[in-house]
């Protein structure tokens, strides 16, 4: 199985030792930000790292030839679907929330503002819409009283999404296929940033 991993920040840096346990070969490493460490991380390993022209969309030409499956980690930028075509699985990225609820850039933030006791993570197809594509695999987990969603992110939520993907890339490599479920449309909200503006 080979990859290519878009990120950033300390969520890429963990998902890439997660992918290097699991035995994939990881063609490149794509970053919005040369100087984020997931890129000096991968410098380090000596995986060929690109920065992304746009920090909002990855393009095909930024996708390591030959990749199997494309894997986001902590990335807010639309995969194209030309990348996503030239990838032979497609692409997954890892959705801090229970899909379709909170989709959007603060989903954790959300799941503490509207005070839901169950928290969870989706690992979903990348498609044309953010955090809309069909769900490979999904797990929760219940958020205590009063925790912050730095909290919340760093007991449960990181770690659940880790196991996750490594679970649909051992899937994928075993079934030559991704699971796909759709996602149910009627239970979607949003999670926009909570940042002023």
Avoid at 40 to 50: H, N, Q, Y
Avoid at 145 to 174: N, Q, S
Wanted: charged letters at 20%; proline letters at 5%.
């Amino acid at each position: 199985m080979r990859i290519t991993l878009v990120g950033s920040r300390h969520f890429g840096v963990t998902t890439l030792n997660m992918l290097r346990e699991h035995g994939v070969e990881i063609l490149g490493v794509v970053v919005a930000d040369a100087e984020d460490r997931l890129a000096a991380t991968a410098r380090a390993l000596g995986i060929d790292v690109v920065v992304q022209a746009n920090p909002k969309l990855v393009v095909a030409a930024e996708i390591a030839p030959g990749t199997d499956l494309i894997v986001t980690a902590h990335s807010h930028a639309r995969v194209s679907r030309e990348a996503l075509a030239g990838a032979r699985f497609g692409g997954i990225g890892y959705h801090p929330s229970l899909l379709p609820r909170h989709r959007g850039i603060a989903a954790v933030e959300w799941t503490i503002k509207e005070g839901d006791p169950i928290a969870g993570g989706t690992i979903y197809h990348l498609a044309d819409r953010m955090d809309a594509g069909a769900i490979a695999a999904q797990d929760w987990c219940f958020v205590r009283k009063g925790e912050t969603a730095r909290e919340l992110w760093e007991r449960a939520l990181a770690p659940l999404g880790l196991r996750l993907l490594g679970e649909v890339i051992d899937y994928a490599r075993a079934h030559n296929s991704l699971p796909a479920k759709p996602q149910d449309e009627q239970f979607a909200t949003q999670a926009p940033s909570l940042a002023p503006h």
